[in-house]
């Protein structure tokens, strides 16, 4: 079993930045592929970015492409999000998951592993 417990998440201005982190409880964190997912209310999940066991590859959903970077500390166990120029249309919550394939994290939601329970983003206009 893998527990992730996300952080990071609160009410920010249209335009503004937040920075996600997710820990993982398990030591072998560094052979999981991390990702992240978001949904909105009434939406269903969706992919919005994720990372390799070593820090690559990385791959990112179109809409988030230049505005969040995804990266990793294996030392520390922890996957981040940094979500800058956020739009109000990234209110949602945010998941953070793992899996020992990175395919599976880029093209399904259903068969991933692990999730964590969430943290809110909220963005005001």
């Known amino acids: 079993q893998v527990q992730l417990v996300e952080s990071g998440g609160g009410l920010v201005q249209a335009g503004g930045s937040l920075r996600l982190s997710c820990a993982a409880s398990?030591?072998?964190?560094?052979?999981?592929?991390m990702g992240w997912f978001r949904q909105a209310p009434g939406k269903e999940r969706e992919f919005v970015a994720a990372?390799?066991?070593?820090?690559?590859?990385?791959y990112y959903a179109d809409s988030e492409k230049g505005r969040f970077t995804i990266s990793r500390d294996n030392a520390k166990n922890t996957v981040y999000l940094q979500m800058n120029s956020l739009k109000p249309e990234d209110t949602a919550v945010y998941y953070c998951a793992a899996d020992s394939s990175i395919r599976v994290m880029t093209t399904t939601v259903d068969g991933i592993n692990y999730w964590g329970k969430g943290t809110l983003v909220t963005v005001s206009s």
């Open positions: 990372i390799g066991l070593s820090g690559g590859p990385i």
């Open positions: 398990r030591r072998t964190f560094s052979t999981f592929a």
